[in-house]
């Protein structure tokens, strides 16, 4: 499935950064955030956006927007470059379906192990009863 967001989604902002850069940081706008509304965004189907919003939530506003920073290299254009890469990989790890659990039982070793291991316990603990006077 080919998921294609249009750049008119993003809202962007800079900010100064705090990454590397010397006496250019306090000159240089270089910080990139980008802000999504997940929520509204015709974009993605709905499972998938089921599934972003639920990885995502830490990141997601409470009225749905997605917030990406980068502050990764010296130059905007960089910074800006890496935010869309970001929201790309949370994309894509959305798109994957999670594998439907199977259920299974235990085998009959398993179950014999088990019960081994119970009467094992059972036997040490029994034996720390304490000293009887008979």
């Given at each position: 499935?080919?998921?294609?967001?249009?750049?008119?989604?993003?809202?962007?902002?800079?900010?100064?950064?705090?990454?590397?850069?010397?006496?250019?940081v306090n000159k240089v706008a270089s910080k990139a955030v980008l802000r999504w509304n997940?929520?509204?965004?015709?974009?993605?189907?709905?499972?998938?956006k089921a599934r972003f919003v639920a990885q995502q939530?830490?990141?997601?506003?409470?009225?749905?927007?997605?917030?990406?920073?980068?502050?990764?290299?010296?130059?905007?254009?960089?910074?800006?470059?890496?935010?869309?890469?970001?929201?790309?990989?949370?994309?894509?790890?959305?798109?994957?379906?999670?594998?439907?659990?199977?259920?299974?039982?235990?085998?009959?070793?398993?179950?014999?192990?088990?019960?081994?291991?119970?009467?094992?316990?059972?036997?040490?603990?029994?034996?720390?009863?304490?000293?009887?006077?008979?």
């Amino acid at each position: 499935m080919l998921v294609r967001i249009p750049p008119e989604e993003f809202v962007w902002s800079f900010a100064r950064s705090g990454g590397p850069g010397g006496q250019n940081v306090n000159k240089v706008a270089s910080k990139a955030v980008l802000r999504w509304n997940v929520v509204a965004s015709p974009s993605l189907p709905v499972d998938v956006k089921a599934r972003f919003v639920a990885q995502q939530r830490n990141r997601i506003t409470s009225d749905g927007e997605l917030v990406i920073t980068s502050q990764r290299y010296r130059d905007q254009e960089r910074n800006r470059q890496d935010c869309v890469e970001k929201v790309l990989v949370m994309v894509q790890q959305a798109m994957a379906a999670p594998k439907a659990r199977r259920a299974t039982k235990p085998t009959a070793g398993a179950k014999r192990r088990r019960l081994d291991e119970k009467k094992r316990r059972s036997a040490v603990k029994r034996a720390r009863g304490g000293i009887r006077d008979d």
